[in-house]
């Protein structure tokens, strides 16, 4: 529900901004440690100018949560740098799932900051590309 929350904001914000439906493509992966090397096979492609990584991680009684909010950091991280190819960072890392709809409900939406993120950075590297 959380993450298709922003999944429909990304996906709204990109077609408001001119990117054709049809040209943006969906991978859904089985959590959020899973996200950077879903994206890095994506980015491997060569075939899209940015990805947008999203997930919601929500915190439990073990320190499993500072693990994986690690590892999905670091490694969207890395991929920006390796690649040269924005990934946005959309994962929301929370206390609890009221948190979580909060940052998607009527007060905003993380997976739209997200895509608004991408959008900016793809505008960025094409005026960089320009200029050389």
Same mark, same amino acid.
């Given at each position: 529900?959380i993450?298709?929350?922003?999944?429909?904001?990304?996906?709204?914000?990109?077609?408001?901004?001119?990117?054709?439906?049809?040209?943006?493509?969906?991978?859904r992966?089985?959590?959020?440690?899973?996200?950077? !090397?879903?994206?890095?096979?994506?980015l491997?492609? %060569?075939r899209? @100018?940015g990805?947008? +990584?999203?997930?919601?991680? =929500?915190?439990?009684?073990?320190?499993?949560?500072?693990y994986?909010?690690?590892a999905?950091?670091?490694?969207?991280?890395e991929?920006?740098?390796?690649?040269?190819?924005?990934?946005?960072?959309?994962?929301?890392?929370?206390?609890?799932?009221?948190q979580? !709809?909060?940052?998607?409900?009527?007060?905003g939406? %993380?997976?739209? @900051?997200?895509?608004? +993120?991408l959008?900016?950075? =793809?505008?960025?590297?094409r005026?960089?590309t320009?200029?050389?």
């Amino acid at each position: 529900m959380i993450t298709e929350a922003m999944l429909e904001g990304a996906i709204s914000t990109l077609v408001a901004n001119g990117v054709k439906k049809d040209s943006i493509t969906i991978v859904r992966c089985p959590g959020s440690y899973e996200i950077p !090397l879903t994206a890095q096979w994506l980015l491997e492609t %060569k075939r899209y @100018e940015g990805v947008i +990584a999203l997930g919601v991680v =929500i915190r439990g009684g073990t320190p499993h949560f500072d693990y994986v909010c690690e590892a999905v950091n670091q490694g969207v991280l890395e991929l920006n740098l390796r690649f040269s190819t924005p990934v946005a960072f959309g994962v929301l890392t929370t206390d609890d799932v009221q948190q979580a !709809l909060d940052r998607v409900g009527d007060k905003g939406n %993380k997976g739209s @900051e997200a895509a608004l +993120a991408l959008l900016e950075m =793809i505008t960025v590297r094409r005026s960089l590309t320009e200029l050389s």
